[in-house]
């Protein structure tokens, strides 16, 4: 049985990796392929699975060019969440959420989640529309990038089992962010104790969060973590601010010597990413301060990330 897994991102997919695994022990020829795959029609199987939005018009050209009688499934988070588009351009009903077909499916992976879903209800994500609130994954299978929407939303027992688990990693990157709203003491001590944690990360989205900000970075300063080497600050923009709140809460991580992020912010179910603009902005704004906020950021996380590498690898 020869099978395709088309990752319509370029970003690592989880799912692709484990479908593919999956069907490898079930003795199929897997070929794992990008959105650009030439020669689809000859293989009996194919798996497409996209995270963005904005990659769902590539992945329905693709799957328009596929001939009669080839099984095709469409998932991801994107699949999710424009399912009924799918359907209508495709005539294929995408798989909504996890699929319990390979969702367990051991092997070595770059990434994984300890849980899923959350607490909060921010209006700019679409994780509590794909998967609600916060569950456990008591059988995770340990990676280094852990991919949890709000880990901290976990209870302590779990908390403390994941640490365990994953203590058994070289390192350890919480990709998607900490809540900072949540942070306690305990957790800096397990995390030291138990993890090497390649930096703390946390999100501004707002300037009411100012005083949560500065308690944390207080919080972590107790610890010896200093903002210059180890902590990087996540700030969605042009959703509802403005530029000048945007800039405010970037000076203030800059003053606080922590890193900024900007995330531009892109409507849940966008077909073409950085299309939208708010009327607070303009398009000349929203690349300029993202230039502006990432270009230094990346540079020092680059290079954080090179010295982990040497450092794990010895
Ligand atoms: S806290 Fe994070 S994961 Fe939870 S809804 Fe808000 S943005 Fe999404």
Redesign the pocket.
């Known amino acids: 049985m020869k099978s395709l897994i088309v990752n319509c991102d370029s970003d690592y997919n989880l799912a692709c990796e484990k479908i593919a695994s999956r069907l490898k022990r079930d003795g199929h020829d897997v070929t794992k392929a990008g959105i650009d795959v030439k020669n689809i029609n000859k293989y009996d199987n194919i798996y497409l699975s996209a995270i963005y939005t904005w990659n769902i018009p590539a992945m329905i050209k693709l799957v328009q060019q596929i001939t009669a009688g080839t099984k095709v499934e469409i998932g991801g988070p994107a699949a999710s969440v424009m399912a009924d588009y799918i359907l209508l351009k495709t005539g294929i009903k995408p798989k909504i959420g996890l699929d319990a077909r390979f969702d367990s499916e051991p092997s070595k992976y770059l990434s994984t989640y300890t849980s899923r879903g ?5 209006e ?2 679409s ?2 529309l794909i998967e609600g609130k916060t569950k456990e994954i008591h059988d995770f299978i340990p990676a280094p990038i852990v991919l949890d ?2 880990f901290l939303a976990c209870s302590k027992e779990h908390i403390i089992n994941s640490c365990e688990k994953l203590s058994a990693l070289p390192a350890v990157d919480f990709l ?2 900490l ?1 900072a709203r949540l942070l306690e003491s305990w957790h800096i001590e397990l995390f030291f104790k138990k993890l090497n944690l390649v930096c703390w990360r946390f ?1 501004f ?1 707002s300037l009411k969060n100012e005083s949560t900000l500065k308690n944390v970075l207080a919080m972590l300063k107790n610890y010896q973590i200093k903002p210059a080497e180890k902590i990087i600050i996540y700030c969605i923009y042009g959703f509802s601010d403005t530029p000048e709140d945007a800039w405010d809460r970037v000076n203030l991580i800059t003053s606080l010597k922590a890193h900024p992020y900007a995330m531009r912010y892109q409507p849940l179910d966008t077909l073409e990413k950085d299309s939208y603009i708010h009327k607070n902005w303009t398009s000349t704004k929203l690349v300029e301060f993202k230039q502006l906020c990432n270009i230094p950021t990346m540079r020092w996380l680059n290079d954080l990330l090179r010295r982990v590498r040497t450092t794990t690898a010895r």
């Open positions: 959350c607490i909060r209800n921010c700019f994500c994780i509590p929407p709000n998607h962010g809540d999100t989205d």
